[in-house]
């Protein structure tokens, strides 16, 4: 049985529709991930599950219960908000113990799960202090705390990991990860942050303008994005597209220049399409023998890769080269690539053609 299932669920505000009718199915003890840029109504699905907004029109089931018209405390759904939103008059413990107490558990029982909580998340030394003496981080899993100590049928986190250091969030993303596998609970997670998207999720749901664009696994999100927008958005830095035009009864892609580059099998037509290729995919050629030629304006040398940056086929490309690049502001650099590893898209759609 599924965990969660939005079915044609749809959300205006007024005359604006900011989620379109969305069909979404989440596993029983998935994580699932909403990707996009703000805006696009990923926050909105996770409040509509959680009851925090009326749906327009359509249903939500979870477990197999239809909860669209339910109040929040009656869905079993436990979210952990963006700031955090712990009570500032309350040390930990109560902050933890907040929620059961609310539901008139017995006070043994509450104060059992909060110390399991506490030690779950090694926060057992902090149960006395309050929220304003500690770090982000640490407020951070307070917050999971409460969530975790209710033990809900579906965890909601919108953008968790937003409020703290970069460090501290890979260590965290670390543990809200073992932690979903150790507990198995359904989980809905919100971010604009594509390396969270890949690192945690078991799928990944891309969004844009209220609409799904692509459903799938990490790898499958970034290896076949399903259109240009899922392939420029998903991976850093980008997905390089070339304007072009397919020619020899589709078989080539003419791009900016006179470029021509052949397609491993031919795509029927000779319309105007994007050729995508990802950094990590270009490499350096031997002067005259690659089949981009690169003027370069940027590089930016990150440790373990430099990325190079300029114009190739008239267009702005970017080259993250695991080698020992020695590039300037401008070189000119010949590339190649494999031809496996050309994606194509319709242009001005975005819809994936190849492969």
């Known amino acids: 049985m599924a965990g969660v299932v939005l079915e044609q669920v749809r959300k205006c505000f007024g005359q604006r529709e900011v989620l379109r009718p969305l069909d979404l199915r989440v596993e029983a003890g998935e994580f699932l991930v909403l990707l996009g840029p703000s805006g696009c109504g990923k926050t ?54 907040f929620a059961l107490r609310v539901q008139k558990r017995p006070k043994d029982e509450v104060w059992r799960r909060v110390h399991e909580v506490a030690a779950q998340l090694d926060i057992h030394h902090l149960l006395q202090a309050y929220p304003r003496q500690l770090s982000g981080g640490q ?10 100590v209710r033990n809900p049928q579906v965890f909601l986190f919108d953008e968790p990991l937003s409020n703290i250091d970069a460090k501290l969030r890979v260590q965290t993303r670390a543990e809200i990860a073992q932690l979903q596998r150790s507990l198995g609970t359904t989980t809905l997670y919100v971010t604009h942050d594509q390396v969270e998207a890949l690192t ?36 850093s830095p980008p997905m390089n597209l070339f304007p072009g035009q397919l020619v020899d009864g589709g078989s080539s892609v003419e791009l900016a220049g006179g470029v021509k580059v052949a397609l491993p099998r031919p795509v029927q037509g000779n319309g105007e399409v994007w050729l995508g290729l990802r950094p990590e995919h270009l490499r350096l050629a031997s002067e005259g023998r ?15 890769q430099t990325n190079v940056a300029g114009m190739a086929a008239e267009s702005w490309c970017v080259v993250s080269l695991f080698q020992l690049a020695s590039a300037r502001p401008g070189d000119r650099l010949w590339l190649t690539f494999s031809p496996e590893d050309i994606r194509l898209f319709a242009r001005p759609s975005g819809a994936r053609l190849f492969p």
């Open 139 to 148: 407020r951070q899993r307070v917050a999971l705390g409460r969530a975790m």
């Open 44 to 97: 909105t699905v996770l409040r509509l599950v959680a009851g925090l907004e009326q749906v327009t029109s359509g249903r939500i089931f979870i477990h197999g219960r239809d909860v669209t018209h339910l109040e929040p405390k009656e869905r079993d759904v436990a979210m952990v908000f963006q700031n955090y939103a712990l009570y500032p008059h309350m040390t930990v413990a109560e902050n933890l113990a």
């Open 200 to 235: 945690l999720g078991h799928r990944v749901a891309v969004m844009k303008d209220g609409q799904l664009q692509q459903v799938g696994t990490p790898l499958e999100v970034y290896r076949y994005p399903a259109n240009a927008f899922v392939a420029t958005f998903v991976g």
């Open 290 to 304: 690659g089949s981009l030629l690169l003027a370069v304006e940027v590089v930016e040398p990150l440790g373990a």
